[in-house]
């Protein structure tokens, strides 16, 4: 691939070839409307001339505080169009992380989302002394705007510079076609700052061409799989780096984004905008898999029955296919009436047009991928980081390995290090972390990037990840044991949301458990979570779903004792990163004493 291929010359492209076909959408009162490529980049222009306007410059630093929305992407665009630089930073962060993100990036402009977050940088205006733009994408209360008193920032409103934009459009044509024709392929496009589960956020440096080798890998791996007649619904927070590659699939495949109206409207809007492609987490994928378990308990003995039923015949059906055999002609039969009785209703959930979906972010329990392709909903697992710009290894559209995150993408070499590290070397390959050279050091090493994760290949060459390599538990008997799968099944019981194995150099695991109130409402409605943590009943309901999962595990792998949090896990008090990850160092120490009693009161 050629060094000199940036995210704006692959816009260009497909502006100049495709200039009426889909490229953007988003919802509105119920329904979805377009901008063919062609309006898409007179929007991200426009924008790009307002910039220019309010003094950006080349390798500048604009950060976008919001939730993902169409106009992230165009700022995103438009920024990267005058060959700066965007800082994402994630809507739920407080405004002490807010501002040393700003600081540390020495970020120029900041775009915010609306009055909640203008209201954070109230707080912090007069501690981030480059500031000296703020763009409110929804508009602002006058008393709101009052309240930033510092005189060296300026605050502005979308849609009056979008105004101002479309004049300076008129005066300035074709100024910003010709930046992008200017752009290196070493142009910083992005410093994408990892929410870590320990100490400050890393900046992860991301240049224009690591971006673009990110989408051609992709479209060279999958380009038999989509087209530019897909569509995808955009709802993963652009902010990480998983959500911002979901807005970009379109300069890659040619296929149209739809933005989702918010997490909370997601399976409506799916019903909606009917995507043949979606992204998304495992989480997601998790809670669908709780609601239809869930749905099964509360109905008849007749439809449990049916259900069970079509569940074995569908898995027999494919398990067959896994083995490279061919089921009977009585089979196929069976598993088309399974299908029409029970998984058909599943399909239709997800607007009944879905081929695939993309998994990323964190593992995916194999138990749900092989349910949810009873309902011929492919999920096409993959693995990535911050610093490999998402994905680098995806299961294939032609064949899918539960329990593997797949192939390398083309373009992507994999190494393991003594220890079963997983080593990794791709154009599409961050820089480095800004303003860290000794985090960078630690790495990136000869060009191969230690991605802290172990692995495997399988017999068909897939790759498997075992754990992180921090996880690695190991107890006082020398045993080697990863964490990850065991808490992966525990969140899969009905009762356990979180789960967090302990046992480094003990003589036995014990755990720590995660609820949430819905989990509980019929039992204890009205119960707080501190309430329900303390009842003995829940208890006895954890214990029974942590004895079924032990009956899975090897012996020295089982769960002895478990304490529950009297707190849900959130970003908010700390324990969970932005991306929905424990943090697990935090979490450990916060409830110090209440591991110790675990390992007090066993004999």
């Given at each position: ?8 010359k692959?816009?260009?492209e ?12 988003w919802?509105e ?24 306007d ?15 929305r169409?106009e992230?992407?165009?700022f ?15 809507p ?6 807010i501002?040393f ?9 900041l775009?915010?989302e609306?009055?909640?977050q203008?209201e954070?940088i ?7 002394p480059?500031v000296?733009?703020?763009?409110s ?8 705007i ?7 920032i300026?605050?502005?409103n979308?849609i009056?510079?979008?105004e101002?934009?479309?004049?300076l ?29 320990t100490?400050?956020?890393k ?8 971006f ?18 897909d569509?995808?619904?955009v709802?993963l ?9 979901d ?8 296929l149209?984004?739809?933005y ?6 997601v399976?409506d809007?799916i ?13 997601i994928?998790?809670?669908?898999y ?8 509360d ?8 259900f069970n039923?079509?569940?074995k015949v569908?898995s027999?059906f494919?398990?067959?296919l896994d083995?490279?055999k ?9 598993r088309k009436i ?26 995916i329990?194999?138990e749900i991928?092989?349910?949810l392709?009873n ?6 697992e993959g ?5 490999t710009i ?7 559209a ?23 590290e ?19 050091d ?18 068909q060459g897939y ?10 538990i190991?107890?006082s008997g ?7 799968p ?14 967090l ?12 458990v ?5 989990s509980?409402?019929?039992?204890f ?31 020295f ?5 478990f ?7 959130s ?7 932005p ?25």
């Amino acid at each position: 691939m050629q060094n000199n291929k940036t995210l704006g010359k692959l816009l260009l492209e497909k502006v100049d070839r495709h200039p009426s076909n889909l490229a953007l959408g988003w919802i509105e009162k119920n329904q979805i409307l377009y901008y063919t490529f062609k309006e898409y980049f007179e929007v991200i222009e426009t924008l790009a001339l307002v910039l220019t306007d309010l003094g950006i410059e080349v390798q500048d630093k604009l950060t976008i505080l919001s939730h993902t929305r169409k106009e992230w992407n165009f700022f995103d665009h438009a920024t990267m169009s005058c060959r700066s630089i965007v800082v994402p930073i994630y809507p739920n962060y407080l405004s002490h992380e807010i501002k040393f993100i700003i600081n540390h990036s020495d970020s120029k402009i900041l775009v915010v989302e609306n009055a909640e977050q203008f209201e954070k940088i109230i707080q912090i205006q007069n501690e981030i002394p480059k500031v000296r733009h703020i763009i409110s994408i929804d508009s602002l209360e006058t008393a709101l705007i009052n309240k930033m008193s510092n005189s060296n920032i300026q605050t502005h409103n979308y849609i009056q510079i979008m105004e101002k934009g479309r004049d300076l459009k008129i005066a300035n044509n074709n100024i910003i076609r010709k930046m992008i024709e200017s752009q290196e392929g070493s142009d910083i496009a992005s410093i994408i700052y990892t929410s870590g589960t320990t100490g400050e956020p890393k900046g992860a440096v991301i240049t224009q061409h690591a971006f673009a080798s990110m989408l051609m890998n992709l479209f060279e791996t999958l380009n038999y799989a989509f087209s530019s007649k897909d569509k995808t619904l955009v709802f993963l927070p652009t902010s990480h780096v998983l959500g911002r590659c979901d807005s970009m699939l379109n300069l890659a495949f040619g296929l149209c984004g739809v933005y989702a109206e918010g997490i909370d409207k997601v399976i409506d809007n799916i019903n909606l905008a009917k995507p043949t492609v979606l992204l998304a987490v495992p989480r997601i994928f998790e809670k669908i898999y709780e609601k239809i378990n869930q749905k099964v308990a509360d109905g008849s003995s007749i439809s449990r029955f049916i259900f069970n039923w079509a569940k074995k015949v569908s898995s027999d059906f494919f398990s067959l296919l896994d083995q490279d055999k061919q089921p009977s002609l009585f089979q196929n039969i069976k598993r088309k009436i399974a299908y029409a009785l029970v998984f058909s209703k599943i399909y239709k959930r997800f607007g009944g047009k879905v081929r695939y979906f993309v998994s990323g972010g964190a593992p995916i329990s194999r138990e749900i991928i092989l349910f949810l392709r009873n309902a011929n909903l492919k999920i096409l697992e993959g693995y990535g980081l911050t610093e490999t710009i998402a994905p680098c290894v995806v299961n294939p559209a032609y064949k899918q390995i539960p329990g593997s995150v797949g192939l390398p993408l083309k373009g992507v070499e994999i190494k393991f290090a003594e220890d079963s590290e997983i080593l990794i070397k791709t154009e599409a390959m961050f820089k480095g972390y800004f303003k860290n050279l000794e985090a960078t050091d630690e790495s990136l090493q000869n060009g191969w990037l230690h991605t802290g994760d172990i692995g495997r290949l399988n017999e068909q060459g897939y790759l498997v990840i075992t754990d992180r390599k921090k996880d690695i538990i190991i107890t006082s008997g020398g045993k080697n044991i990863a964490s990850q799968p065991i808490e992966n099944k525990m969140k899969l019981k009905k009762y356990i949301t979180q789960f967090l194995v302990v046992g480094d150099r003990k003589n036995y695991l014990t755990g720590i458990v995660g609820i949430e109130k819905d989990s509980f409402k019929d039992e204890f409605p009205g119960l707080s979570i501190k309430d329900l943590a303390a009842n003995s009943h829940v208890r006895e309901l954890i214990r029974k779903d942590i004895e079924q999962v032990n009956k899975e595990l090897a012996r020295f792998e089982t769960i002895k004792d478990f304490f529950i949090a009297p707190e849900e896990f959130s970003i908010e008090n700390g324990t969970l990163t932005p991306s929905m990850k424990l943090k697990k160092k935090v979490i450990l120490e916060k409830y110090k004493d209440e591991i110790d009693k675990l390992y007090n009161t066993i004999g």
